[in-house]
């Protein structure tokens, strides 16, 4: 149980173009979804929360334009890159919080993002 | 002073070792904390989770929070190379921010044959 999935697990795009991120909870509802970001050697960087049917609450320094984040459901979010650039090239990682204990949070395997 | 500190390591130890695993924080506010594991590329699994002081025990793995000294530590008995990856701890926090977690800087293990 407590399975999140992402997709897409890579992808490459030039600069200027804008990539879409989901996040699904597939054996449970999420109550709220976290959006991070992770470079090399580093540990996660939170980026965002986002509450199923609300406004996402961005991190100090993330851009809201920049990074725009739906949660449509309560097993769904999505994190949509706009008009990326080679310095937003990273690791997105979300996670789902909820099932049995409502404080845990379960992660998603990663999206790496590369912008030429 | 960071929120959460934890030694990054890199720690190298033989198969079947003991390992144990520190981070400390700073803000006593209500509190919980997790212990991810992270393999290269992957994102964090979760390994334990625990709210109170004292230790909770997994299988090969536990997880010990002491908080009159504010320490947390995670022990892998009889570790596996399997187990070389890097370990995350993070703390929990209520109020506002309820369900954001802090995380440590991670500490990369690497077990040996």
């Known amino acids: 149980g407590a399975v999140v999935s992402q997709h897409p697990s890579w992808v490459i795009c030039k600069s200027g173009t804008s990539v879409k991120i989901e996040c699904r909870s597939l054996d449970f509802q999420a109550t709220t979804m976290f959006w991070y970001r992770q470079f090399p050697k580093q540990s996660l960087m939170l980026m965002a929360t986002?509450?199923?049917?609300?406004?996402?609450?961005?991190e100090q320094g993330v851009e809201k334009d920049k990074f725009l984040i739906n949660h449509a459901s309560l097993t769904l979010s999505t994190l949509t890159v706009t008009s990326a650039h080679p310095e937003d090239s990273s690791f997105y990682i979300c996670?789902?919080?909820?099932?049995?204990?409502?404080?845990?949070?379960?992660f998603g395997p990663g999206t790496r993002l590369l912008v030429l | 002073q960071k929120e959460v500190e934890q030694d990054p390591g890199p720690l190298s130890v033989p198969e079947g070792a003991i390992v144990s695993l520190n981070c400390t924080y700073s803000n006593s506010a209500f509190q919980y904390f997790m212990w991810y594991r992270q393999y290269s590329r992957k994102g964090p699994e979760l390994l334990m989770y625990?709210?109170?002081?004292g230790n909770k025990e997994d299988g090969r793995f536990t997880a010990q929070v002491d908080k009159s000294s504010k320490y947390i530590s995670l022990f892998i008995r009889d570790s596996q190379p399997s187990d070389s990856a890097t370990y995350l701890c993070?703390?929990?926090?209520?109020?506002?921010?309820?369900?954001?977690?802090?995380f440590g800087q991670g500490t990369i293990l690497t077990v040996h044959p």
């Open positions: 625990t709210y109170s002081s």
């Open positions: 986002s509450n199923e049917g609300s406004k996402a609450t961005y």
């Open positions: 993070a703390k929990g926090a209520g109020g506002t921010s309820y369900g954001k977690l802090t």
């Open positions: 996670s789902a919080r909820g099932g049995l204990v409502e404080e845990t949070q379960y």
